[in-house]
């Protein structure tokens, strides 16, 4: 009985409270748009047969129609998988150097990676409006060291929302990778040395392939929330910058348009299916390669 | 015989230089005496005398301590007996599904969440306010807790809960005398991480929150869309140092409590053996 209640309660609670309303989005996302409140023609009232009835694509043929939204989505995609590899550019070197510090070092620099991950996101994030902005600290760096003439654009481009995500989404990069290198038997990179490699062919030919797991579970901890992400592009984008999460914000708040905006909901989801997937495949993998 | 060569030094130095410089000139800004944000004019503390007097970031701030305690202790009571029924509970109807509603909210994006979320309290004529934020919050924070207690309860020694049934104890005796004392530092883990997810959070409190409760992070958002603030600057400074001293002091207090129950450990061995 006790039992029984133990599984209920989280389960009904997930039940309503995620399951459902993911039905709801989807159901909205097919119904029509309407000036009403709330803004949209419930589709379901008559039961099942009047639901299919009533059934119609029009939003997702709207989004297929409005290049906007093309746009956005491989827009989306490509910021995401260059920030991605922009992360591991800057985090590979950091966590080979976590690896290599001497044991008593290591819990600080665990500490000092996780620490920002404590900090919120949206202060993190706001810090680099005051460093790219056009009389920003950057900037006026840059004019000092002679090396411009005129303040740079650089706050409202796309090239501030690659930092916002190099920046916030690093931890999730470093920490994976370190741990992967820190199970590296060192001594196999004394063999590599020994049988005649030089220290770079080393790296590149047993560190880096010991490391993949490391740096394919770090790729997508940062590729899936960058996919979808929302405070960068509008606090460092420019408008200019076209990311699903903006624009299904700016569809729900700005336009008011409730089964546009869950259509774009639900192609997200199901272009994140893949990369999920994927990482779950990979983390099982791993699981079952350590036992 | 690692060593540290120049590449590693320099990575590490520069590493961490981007990681922590945008936050200590965020702070040293929040010093500033000058309106302008860019521009230092001497050591001040005015914005925080301001920020003091601000009720508007008071209210919200009240708002967001609240519903982040709240939230994360539902989700903490919720995650930790979804963890145990998952790790636990054998075979039972609609496993499979439980355990994608733990997973998939995990790397669901928020502007998902969050719509999803506010479409269902409309649908059910649930007026916004400070109880849909908290269900909203204890919603996705529980199957972060859920993940920490399991893996915690995966690594631990079951038969010292069957040692516990076997000697009498009610199922619920074993739990709260055995096993809930041994998984008490994920537990607590868990409760920060729920808690620390909820100060946080803009997208889903943003579409969850009605007029007559905003979060701290959504006034944030509103105020720094419009530009660098050093009212925000040291809101930011404080917020930065609540998390510094919670962190470090948790640390520590594990730190601790491991090294305590290390030295358990050794007793009994000593006095078993």
Redesign the interface.
């Known amino acids: 009985m006790?039992?029984a209640a133990?599984?209920a309660?989280?389960?009904f609670?997930?039940?309503v409270?995620?399951?459902?309303?993911?039905i709801?989005?989807f159901k909205?996302s097919l119904s029509d748009a309407a000036l009403a409140i709330?803004p949209y023609t419930p589709t379901l009232r008559d039961g099942i047969a009047a639901m299919f009835a009533e059934f119609d694509f029009e939003n997702f043929v709207f989004l297929t129609e409005d290049d906007l939204y093309w746009k956005a989505y491989l827009s989306s995609l490509r910021i995401a998988l260059l920030s991605t590899f922009l992360t591991l550019l800057?985090?590979y070197?950091?966590a080979?150097?976590?690896?290599?510090?001497?044991e008593e070092w290591r819990p600080t620099?665990m500490?000092?990676?996780?620490?920002?991950f404590?900090?919120?996101?949206?202060?993190?994030v706001?810090?680099?409006?005051?460093?790219l902005?056009n009389?920003?600290?950057l900037n006026?760096l840059l004019i000092w060291l002679g090396l411009i003439g005129e303040p740079l654009q650089m706050l409202n481009t796309n090239f501030a929302v690659y930092v916002g995500i190099v920046?916030t989404y690093?931890p999730f990069m470093i920490l994976p990778i370190y741990a992967a290198l820190d199970r590296m038997d060192?001594s196999l990179i004394?063999a590599a040395e020994d049988l005649g490699c030089s220290r770079l062919q080393a790296f590149w030919l047993v560190t880096i392939p010991l490391s993949r797991n490391g740096i394919i579970a770090g790729s997508f901890l940062v590729f899936?929330?960058a996919?979808?992400?929302?405070?960068i592009p509008?606090?460092l984008g420019g408008s200019g910058t076209l990311m699903i999460?903006k624009v299904?914000?700016e569809e729900?708040f700005n336009n008011r348009d409730?089964p546009v905006?869950?259509a774009v909901?639900v192609i997200?989801?199901l272009i994140?299916v893949i990369p999920?997937v994927l990482?779950q495949r990979n983390q099982q993998k791993q699981a079952e390669a350590e036992q | 015989?690692?060593?540290?060569?120049w590449?590693?030094?320099t990575?590490?130095t520069l590493?961490?230089a981007?990681?922590?410089l945008?936050?200590v000139?965020?702070i040293i800004?929040s010093f500033n005496a000058s309106k302008?944000?860019?521009?230092w004019a001497g050591f001040s503390t005015r914005w925080y005398g301001e920020l003091i007097q601000n009720e508007a970031f008071l209210d919200a701030a009240w708002v967001t301590l609240k519903v982040a305690v709240i939230s994360s202790t539902l989700a903490t009571v919720?995650?930790t007996?979804?963890a145990?029924?998952l790790v636990r509970?054998g075979r039972?109807f609609?496993r499979t599904l439980?355990s994608g509603?733990?997973y998939?909210?995990l790397?669901?994006?928020?502007?998902?969440t969050g719509?999803?979320?506010l479409?269902?309290f409309?649908?059910i004529g649930l007026d916004r306010g400070v109880l849909t934020i908290v269900?909203?919050h204890?919603?996705f924070s529980?199957c972060y807790v859920?993940v920490v207690v399991s893996s915690r309860l995966i690594s631990f020694d079951r038969s010292l809960e069957e040692a516990a049934l076997d000697l009498g104890a009610s199922?619920?005796d074993a739990f709260r005398l055995v096993t809930l004392p041994i998984i008490a530092p994920a537990v607590i883990s868990g409760w920060l991480l729920a808690f620390?997810l909820s100060?946080?959070d803009?997208?889903i409190a943003s579409?969850t929150a009605g007029p007559s409760a905003t979060t701290l992070?959504i006034k944030?958002?509103s105020a720094?869309?419009l530009?660098?603030s050093p009212e925000?600057?040291a809101l930011?400074t404080i917020?930065?140092a609540i998390?510094?001293v919670?962190?470090l002091t948790a640390?520590l207090v594990s730190k601790r409590a491991s090294l305590r129950q290390q030295q358990d450990a050794q007793a009994a061995e000593r006095a078993t053996g």
């Open positions: 006790r039992r133990l599984i309660v989280p389960y609670w997930l039940l409270l995620f399951l459902v309303p993911f709801i989005v909205i709330p800057v985090g070197p950091i080979y150097g976590m690896a290599r510090a001497p620099l500490m000092l990676v996780i620490l920002p404590w900090t919120s996101f949206l202060i993190r706001y810090a680099w409006m005051g460093i902005s009389e920003g600290l006026q920046y690093l060192g004394e899936i929330p996919l979808g992400e929302f405070v509008s606090l999460g299904l914000w729900f409730w905006a869950s909901a997200l989801l994140l999920i990482f | 015989m690692r060593r540290l060569s590449f590693n030094v990575s590490l590493g961490f981007f990681l922590y945008p936050m000139i965020l800004y302008l944000v860019t521009v919720l995650g007996m979804a145990y029924t509970g039972f609609g439980f509603m733990i998939a909210p790397v669901m994006p928020e502007v998902i719509l999803s979320l479409l269902l409309i649908g269900l909203a204890t919603t529980m859920s199922p619920f620390t100060l946080d803009l997208v579409f992070p944030i958002f720094v869309r530009g660098v925000i600057n930011s917020m930065i998390v510094t919670g962190v640390s």
